[in-house]
């Protein structure tokens, strides 16, 4: 089982664009389909795209569809999340996550019933007007 730091979480400005990384250890990595999510202060966590182990197909939910990009480097164990014309509605501790499915990582939001292998502990990423 792989174990999930993220990073690059911080205070940026609305319009502004925020990378953030997901370091995972072991060499299991690339066993592992990876999503991000983010939970907003009062609100449920959400899915916000995922990446097939190979990192040849990634899904995103439609409210960061054209707006965020996830990226893989198996060589490098590490998950990234490029966001672009963050708003400050996006304001929310975001979280990587890994599981050997990748439909589990699309519907753990949504499904009491599921849950992912491996969370990550949470970055926060503030978006100031």
């Known amino acids: 089982q792989v174990q999930l730091v993220e990073s690059g979480g911080g205070l940026v400005q609305a319009g502004g664009s925020l990378t953030l990384s997901c370091a995972a250890s072991g060499r299991t990595f690339s066993s592992y389909a990876m999503g991000w999510f983010r939970q907003a202060p009062g609100k449920e966590r959400e899915f916000l795209g995922a990446?097939?182990?190979?990192?040849?197909?990634?899904y995103y939910a439609d409210s960061v569809k054209g707006r965020f990009t996830i990226s893989r480097d198996n060589a490098k164990n590490t998950l990234y999340l490029q966001m672009n014309s963050l708003q400050p509605q996006n304001t929310a501790v975001y979280y990587c996550?890994?599981?050997?499915?990748?439909?589990?990582?699309?519907?753990?939001?949504?499904?009491?019933?599921?849950?992912?292998?491996?969370w990550g502990q949470g970055t926060l990423v503030t978006v100031s007007s």
């Open positions: 990446i097939t182990r190979s990192g040849g197909s990634t």
């Open positions: 996550g890994a599981d050997p499915i990748l439909h589990t990582l699309v519907v753990v939001t949504t499904d009491n019933d599921r849950d992912l292998e491996v």
